[in-house]
Structures are given as structure tokens and as C-alpha cells.
Nanobody, 128 residues
Framework: QVQLVESGGGSVQAGGSLTLSCAAS????????MGWFRQVPGKEREGVAT???????RYSNSVKGRFTISRDNAKPAAYLQMDSLKLEDTAMYYC??????????????????????WGQGTQVTVDS
């Protein structure tokens, strides 16, 4: 059984930074592909960034160059450093985990339908 616990959300002004953390537990095979997704009310959940156990990263076009995903396989944990935050980054952010094969392509890694385990979410609010 995999458990994911997010932390680090909050309110920040546009242009500011936040770092999200995801503490994970469970079988390492199921943590091979970890990532962050986000959702706003009335919209579908969307992929933000993923990282596999070897460190290969994928980003959505909307955050590329502003967000950085990383992981610590020893803990295990995943992180999302968010810089130059915009109003449109406001959302509930979810940590996700599944086997490494699902990180193989951009399409698969950023698709929420391929996720096996979700955290409870942490709210990020960006205001002007």
C-alpha cells in the first residue's frame, strides 16, 4: 500500500515562490514514477510535472521554466519548487505515484488517468 502526504501549500503573491513536499511510503516499485497534478473547481485534473526513479523529468508547457520537480529516493519523497507564480497557478495540488513505466512518455506521465495513488492535496493560492 502506498501513502502520499503533501505539505507546503499556502498563499503567495504573484511572482513569488513556494515549495511543495510529498512524503511517500510503500513499495518502491509503485513509486517509480512520482509527480504533481493540479485541479481547480469545474476543471479536469491536469499534470504539472513528473520524475522517475532515475531522475528523468517531464513538465507541462504551462510550468516549464518556472517549476522544478525533484525527488529523494532514500526517504522517499518528491518536491515541487514553484517560482514566478502566476494567478493561474492557483489550484489544489496533488502528489501522485505509480510504476516507472508510466513516466516513459510525456503523454502518459502527465495523464491523470494513469495514476494509481493520490495524496490528499494541498491548496496553492496566488493573488495579486
Amino acid at each position: 500500500q502506498v501513502q502520499l502526504v503533501e505539505s507546503g501549500g499556502g498563499s503567495v503573491q504573484a511572482g513569488g515562490s513556494l515549495t511543495l513536499s510529498c512524503a511517500a511510503s510503500g513499495y518502491s516499485y509503485s513509486l517509480g514514477c512520482m509527480g504533481w497534478f493540479r485541479q481547480v473547481p469545474g476543471k479536469e485534473r491536469e499534470g504539472v510535472a513528473t520524475i522517475d526513479s532515475t531522475g528523468i523529468t517531464r513538465y507541462s508547457n504551462s510550468v516549464k521554466g518556472r517549476f522544478t520537480i525533484s525527488r529523494d529516493n532514500a526517504k522517499p519523497a518528491a518536491y515541487l519548487q514553484m517560482d514566478s507564480l502566476k494567478l493561474e497557478d492557483t489550484a489544489m495540488y496533488y502528489c501522485a505515484a505509480r510504476p516507472r513505466i508510466y513516466c516513459a512518455t510525456v503523454a502518459n506521465s502527465l495523464s491523470p488517468t494513469r495514476v494509481e495513488y493520490w495524496g490528499q492535496g494541498t491548496q496553492v493560492t496566488v493573488d495579486s
